[in-house]
């Protein structure tokens, strides 16, 4: 029997991992008419879904089966890999013509290993890493950077009308958004780190750093990530919106990727261990802006206090 999506013509999404970014490009979808069904594996986020309207499924499987679109937001190239190919993979029970969109940030090599054997079974693949943070996700208006074929794009063109503002296409092969991707995520994390270091560096000075973030916002040494993440610090506020361990995975791709073309990235490489610090200290899933506290603590600079303490 059909579905009450296919008897209206609804286009049926999935959404795989309903974390920050899953939940709120989950919504957009919805919130644009799609049929949206969503799977996590923590169940509060099965929960909250649901709740917000939209219909939870007890597996990847049964999410996927009826879905003319699966959107993939989980973490890495491996978890992707997992989702499609592993001993419960989704890949063989999505609907002939089905497209598969990855979102994860992912090598570039990893990208189109997966669309080869995404393809090769009759569906559709596009690589389409993500950017934006969770309150675009939520209004539909991430920045996606895809590359697929003609057909890919088609396929998933109601999903990227509703959960992105620009969705550029880059290329007509998978693995052209993951680069472009690595590239940002090269200049956030060190944009970050950058960010930090200074706020941090103000502290020790003495200075108000209310003050400091009004002055540099408003001035040259400015950027996207000071303007966003340093609020986080003078909150003392830590709850991840962005966790460290995304920037020691994702620099660890830019350091490998880079290695491999004997390319230097001296400034990535100063960044990741500054990640990595902060990881071992504690502070892996807080938020990415807690490389300030890291300084504070090496140097003894005095910042405001936190909210939550790291776990």
């Not at 994390?189 to 502290?203: L, S």
Request: net charge negative; hydrophobic share 50%; proline share 4%.
């Amino acid at each position: 029997m059909a579905s009450h999506a296919e008897n209206l013509g609804q286009t049926v999404a999935a959404v795989i991992g309903l974390g920050s970014m899953g939940a709120g490009m989950a919504r957009s979808m919805k919130r644009a008419g799609l049929d949206v069904v969503g799977y996590d594996i923590a169940p509060a986020a099965i929960d909250r879904f649901v709740a917000d309207g939209g219909r939870g499924a007890a597996t990847p499987a049964d999410a996927v089966r009826s879905a003319d679109i699966v959107v993939s937001v989980v973490v890495n190239g491996a978890q992707t890999a997992a989702l499609l190919f592993g001993p419960e993979g989704v890949a063989s029970l999505m609907k002939p013509g089905a497209v598969f969109i990855s979102s994860a940030t992912m090598d570039p090599a990893v990208a189109r290993d997966l669309a080869h054997q995404v393809e090769a079974i009759g569906l559709h693949y596009l690589d389409a890493p993500i950017s934006g943070g969770a309150a675009k996700a939520s209004s539909g208006e991430l920045t996606i950077m895809g590359s697929g074929s003609r057909l890919a794009f088609e396929a998933a063109r109601p999903a990227l009308d509703a959960m992105a503002a620009k969705v550029y296409e880059l290329g007509d092969a998978a693995g052209t958004g993951a680069a472009f991707k690595m590239i940002n995520q090269l200049l956030a994390g060190v944009h970050i780190a950058a960010a930090c270091e200074a706020i941090a560096f103000a502290a020790k000075q003495g200075l108000d750093l209310d003050k400091v973030y009004g002055v540099i916002t408003a001035s040259a040494g400015n950027s996207w990530m000071f303007e966003n993440r340093i609020p986080h610090v003078l909150a003392g506020d830590y709850t991840p919106l962005s966790a460290i361990e995304i920037f020691v995975k994702d620099l660890g791709i830019v350091q490998d990727m880079a290695r491999s073309e004997r390319y230097p990235v001296p400034l990535v490489a100063a960044a990741l261990q500054m990640y990595l610090a902060a990881s071992g200290a504690g502070m892996g899933r807080d938020d990415d802006s807690s490389l300030a506290r890291l300084y504070a603590q090496l140097s003894g600079a005095k910042l405001p206090g936190t909210v939550k303490e790291s776990r």
